[in-house]
């Protein structure tokens, strides 16, 4: 039977098959994404907006279509995220505005509806890039359009707006040269491509009134939302982790427990909300599952309990997963011809190491000191031709000079004893020249930069003609202690003054975990006022390392 | 003032008034961000939307130990959830001062000076 009108019903059935479609897909967008900003997150933030939008059009009671196209706008308007985000929301928007007054959608209002959508988010953009999501809604309202004026079906219609923005979609890369240039089609425009393929379907009948989101699906829908693809995560640091348990806990809120509390899933969210982050409750009526993020796991339990018995119980420590991934992903990281591996410790010096060009980075430095064969491990998972070594520690020397030896390719050691060395030996490597134009090109600079290091001592002594007492601040240049000091600050200070001489330029300053970036300006000021006519500049970084309050350079 | 890179072979100097237009660049590219304004709404106006040239008006740079900080003034189309438009514009700031110019930004100020209503 030819379809003319779309009925309020339907068009719930057209959005909640939309959601479902996108949602289902969402990684696959996510993985896609390389423009505008390749943070792999297209489509988990399409699928929020959307996933809000169709929330909105199910609490809303009206069958009429001006009211159901209203809360579905506003719906995505509040769970909008990111770029595309944005741009789907708005597009239905001027859909909304387009079918304000109407009761049901004609092909003619349908295809306006989604032409209205276009012109409103073209509005919003000073230079539209095209090979976006905006060419495929472009596209496809044009497509729709076309059609509208050559029949009534709605059906019809819908399906040439999904054949318009499938053939936009096959064009974005050449339109858009990053595209190409990654080999994939526009992660926006692939997300409304399955937003539209879901009306299409839901307009199509193959719905089920009494859809409820099964266990998988919510498994996937948890997925989406909260565990972003793994190339987004590596760019978060492990201690930007507030709350680090995930925790998951099913209730079977029919089960009889003493002094059962009713449940009323509002309510419970409300409370869990004040204990973690990254909430998803859902319910059924018989049983609730929960996915909370916090750090106190055992209150999820405690409370979740007062309302019956507890099913499936999970936790995962984040913190070490996230670090895993890291790890992981810096495995993966391409092979190099010329690889350059430093031994280091603090997540800041590894990130400086890294901004410089090291390729791999092996943990270690004044307590853990790697052996020969992790050294050995890091040449060989470089998959390198050739290696350089910056031990950055004079412990370390040896053993990176055995692991040169071991090695099937060559591997050339710069001996540099401290960290500030490593860095500033970084400056000089040429990943074209050999390995030995390299190793003396890089030793070269290593006398001119003075290494300081500040640390606590763990009991009294007397070395180098100072008097060292437990618990005070020790001042170490070239590895000589020359400072103490029951202050941190003016230990530093004192440390520093002693490293200067009439050639310094460049003091570099970096903060260790058990300093602050307070404390290290604190320092620079002081040095700064007492040298107010040398033209010395400073550095701060966070350098994150453990043991040491302070490493200072001075060049 | 200017940030310094320090480099192989030496030091680079990238003026204010690059950054700035490479700021503006990536704000203006955002969805939803219908101008730049400037921060200086008393002797430019309120709603005066900055052309290219004059973007550094409506960015200002504070640069400190080899990173910056960047205040970004922008007007947002009305209708459009202004905190995700702003957010998008702190990420591709971010992501393209580090691809352009190499400079990590130490944060990305954005500050919404007012919201044009588009014609519906």
Known sequence: ?555 | MAVKIKAKYGLIDISNNVIATVVGGAATSNYGVVGMASKNTIRDGAFTILNRENYRRGVVIKSKDNQIIVDVYIIVGYGLKISEVSRNVQDSVKYNLEHLLGIKAKSVNVIVQGVKVLDE
């Open chain 1, 1 to 555: 039977m030819e379809l003319t009108e779309i009925t309020g019903q339907q068009f719930k059935d057209m959005v909640r098959s939309a959601s479902h479609r996108l949602s289902k897909n969402a990684e696959f967008v996510d993985k896609l994404n390389v423009f505008p900003v390749p943070d792999g997150d297209t489509g988990t933030n399409m699928n929020l907006t959307v996933t809000s939008g169709a929330k909105s059009v199910n609490e809303c009671d009206s069958n009429k279509i001006g009211d159901l196209t209203e809360a579905l706008s506003k719906g995505m308007l509040m769970g909008a995220r990111g770029n595309s985000g944005v741009i789907t929301s708005q597009l239905f928007r001027g859909f909304y505005k387009a079918t304000e007054d109407l009761d049901t959608l004609t092909a003619t209002d349908l295809a306006t509806a989604f032409s209205n959508g276009v012109a409103s988010a073209y509005k919003a953009v000073m230079k539209p890039v095209e090979g976006t999501i905006l060419t495929v809604a472009r596209v496809a309202a044009e497509s729709g359009k076309n059609k509208a004026a050559e029949t009534n079906n709605v059906t019809e219609v819908m399906r040439a707006v999904v054949d318009g923005a499938r053939k936009a979609l096959k064009t974005t890369p050449d339109l858009l040269p990053v595209l190409k240039q990654v080999g994939v089609v526009d992660s926006g425009g692939q997300g409304l491509v399955f937003i539209y393929q879901g009306f299409l379907e839901g307009l199509l009948g193959e719905k089920d009134n009494d859809y409820q989101l099964d266990d998988t699906e919510m498994d996937e829908l948890i997925n989406a939302a909260h565990h972003q693809a793994e190339s987004a995560q590596v760019q978060l640091a492990t201690s930007d982790i507030k709350n680090g348990y995930c925790t998951e806990i099913m209730v079977d809120l029919t089960a009889d427990v003493p002094n059962k509390k009713k449940f009323d899933l509002e309510e419970f969210r409300k409370h869990l909300s004040e204990i973690g982050d990254s909430l998803l409750a859902v319910s059924d009526g018989d049983i609730a599952k929960v996915h909370v993020h916090t750090e106190h796991p055992a209150e999820v339990f405690t409370y979740g309990k007062q309302f019956g018995e507890l099913g499936k119980i999970k936790i995962d420590n984040m913190r070490i997963e996230h670090e895993t991934i890291v790890e992981n992903h810096d495995e993966q990281e391409e092979a190099v011809d010329f690889a350059v591996i430093a031994v280091a410790s603090g997540h800041g010096i590894r990130e400086l190491f890294k901004s410089e060009g090291v390729n791999r980075i092996i943990s270690g430095g004044q307590t853990m000191n790697p052996s020969t064969q992790d050294i050995l491990d890091a040449i060989k998972k470089s998959g390198a031709r050739k290696a350089i070594i910056l031990p950055n520690n004079g412990n370390i020397v040896m053993a990176a000079k055995q692991a040169a030896e071991l090695a099937d390719i060559p591997v050339g050691i710069v001996p540099t004893k401290t960290i500030s060395q490593g860095l500033t030996a970084m400056l000089s490597f040429d990943p074209d020249a050999d390995v030995d134009e390299n190793v003396e090109a890089m030793s070269e600079d290593l006398d001119t930069v003075k290494s300081g290091e500040v640390t606590k001592a763990i009991r009294d002594t007397e070395i180098d003609d100072i008097q060292v007492h437990k618990d005070d601040y020790l001042g170490i240049i070239d590895g000589e202690i020359k400072v103490d000091n029951p202050d941190l600050i003016d230990t530093t200070v004192a440390m520093i003054e002693k490293m200067l001489d009439e050639d310094s330029e460049i003091i570099t300053v970096l903060y260790g975990s058990d300093a602050t970036k307070k404390d290290a300006d604190a320092v620079i000021a002081k040095i700064k006022s007492a040298h107010e006519d040398d033209d010395l500049e400073f550095e701060v970084h966070d350098g994150g390392q453990p043991v040491y309050y302070f490493l200072v350079s001075v060049e």
